[in-house]
């Protein structure tokens, strides 16, 4: 009995042990400890990329390349913060050069939407905050249009609309993490969110032309 | 509720985490108040990216017409996936073949010489000296130096 628990006991012993512990051990050469870090934080790591990114390819490379950076500096990491806020920082990084690579034409305002987009700009106009709510969660179009809207912002814009609101992180978390100012940090939130919110009334105000057309 | 704090629970409200009191009184808010019913719906339109807790897998989600009203039925007219399926395999085997048929079709027609009119012809054969005599002058220097080797002897008598 206890024979046939004890993989199973193994496995949870490793689960659990703290991150300290498997980075010491990456460090002392063991490196295939790095893969049980890897998987442990994978999910969170390709949640954030997916705040930049729709195309479930660049995301999975995104974060492929983050790990890459991460194990290539785990020399570089200091105790004193959790590593989650360490490898947070190296994948907004990450996610930031890739914007910044693709030279998205800054504040382009959406033109024309699919037939999806369009009926979900009207399910959005119509239907109740509940109905809003539900159907949000099944329908591809919502993320799509959401990703179009956001794509919108200059890189820097989007950074901190991503790290403020999705990742609730405080302006000098922030600051901290793209290396920039305080003021700057405050000023980029600031200006993406009032460009967010006039982008996305005009939107909501184009779909009730239509619907009244 | 006011409207600060009506606004403050539009995430609690996405993610579903809100109590039902506070739901219950949120709803009530929206409904009598238009700016925030209206500042809710333009927040719907980037929540899903920015709000949402996990996102869905696509990858596996098959698509299915669009409809606005929850009791009307799909239109049977949407093709069904087992229909779908049989089209994709064609169109994945077609397609590679055309691009690279256009692809040769490109390269053949840019590499062949143009074809040659009468009147380049006649212009390709006559071989005018003075104008062959002239140096290569691509650049402004090069016109520089055409007009330094241009200067007119000296024919005075003295």
């Known amino acids: ?213 | 509720m006011n409207c600060f704090a009506a606004r403050n629970d539009f995430v609690a409200f996405w993610q579903k985490t809100l109590d039902d009191e506070r739901r219950a009184q949120l709803l009530t808010h929206l409904g009598g108040c238009g700016a925030c019913d209206h500042s809710f719906r333009t927040f719907a339109l980037i929540a899903p990216v920015l709000y949402s807790a996990t996102e869905p897998d696509w990858n596996l989600e098959t698509p299915r017409p669009i409809r606005l009203n929850p009791e009307e039925p799909y239109p049977s007219s949407a093709p069904s996936t087992a229909k779908r399926g049989s089209l994709v395999p064609a169109v994945n085997r077609v397609v590679p073949v055309f691009v690279i048929a256009a692809a040769a079709a490109l390269v053949l027609y840019f590499s062949a010489p143009p074809r040659m009119t009468f009147e380049d012809a006649i212009a390709a054969d006559n071989s005018n000296a003075e104008v062959a005599s002239y140096p290569p002058t691509d650049s402004f220097f090069g016109q520089e130096l055409m007009a330094q080797n241009s200067t007119a002897p000296d024919l005075s008598d003295e």
């Open chain 1, 1 to 213: 009995m206890l024979a046939a628990l004890s993989p199973k006991l193994g496995t949870w012993s490793e689960a659990v042990r703290p991150d300290d512990e498997l980075i010491a051990e990456v460090r002392s050469g063991h490196t295939a400890a790095f893969s049980e870090l890897a998987s442990r934080y994978r999910d969170r790591v390709e949640r954030l990329c997916q705040r930049f990114f729709s195309d479930r390819e660049v995301v999975r490379d995104l974060a492929q390349e983050s790990f890459i950076r991460a194990f290539a500096g785990l020399s570089t990491y200091r105790a004193e913060m959790p590593f989650l806020g360490w490898l947070r920082a190296i994948v907004s990084n990450v996610c930031y050069d890739e914007l910044r690579r693709r030279r998205r034409r800054p504040e382009e305002l959406i033109a024309d939407f699919s037939g999806p987009e369009a009926n979900w700009l009207q399910l959005v106009d119509r239907s109740s905050p509940e109905q809003i709510v539900e159907a949000a969660e099944e329908r591809r179009e919502a993320h799509v249009l959401a990703h179009r809207l956001l794509d919108s912002l200059r890189p820097d814009d989007r950074m901190v609309m991503v790290l403020r609101e999705s990742e609730g992180l405080s302006v000098d978390e922030v600051a901290a993490i793209m290396g920039w100012s305080e003021a700057k940090v405050k000023i980029r939130a600031f200006r993406a969110r009032q460009f967010m919110r006039k982008h996305a009334e005009s939107i909501l105000s184009q779909a009730q032309r239509r619907v009244v057309t």
